[in-house]
């Protein structure tokens, strides 16, 4: 099976209260030369996410670099 690694930088965080967060990333472009491979491939793009689990609602954090992988579901 076939999937894609992607690379994102977190651009904001949004804590609406209640466990309720939101969190915007973008695609890495620069700041080093892995992020530089990776933004040939995946130059532009956006991730919104409503996170509202307890347990994972601080797991973002503004400018902080995540590692995305997809793979079709079955």
Known sequence: MKTLLAKFKV?????F???????????VIGGSEENKSFS?????GSIKLH???PE???FFEAG???YVEFKKAE
């Open 40 to 44: 040939l491939y995946t130059p532009s």
């Open 64 to 66: 902080a670099e995540y």
């Open 56 to 58: 994972v609602v601080d």
């Open 51 to 53: 996170i509202t689990n």
């Open 11 to 15: 651009g904001s965080t949004t804590n």
């Open 17 to 27: 209260g209640n466990n309720n967060v939101e969190a915007n990333l973008s695609p």
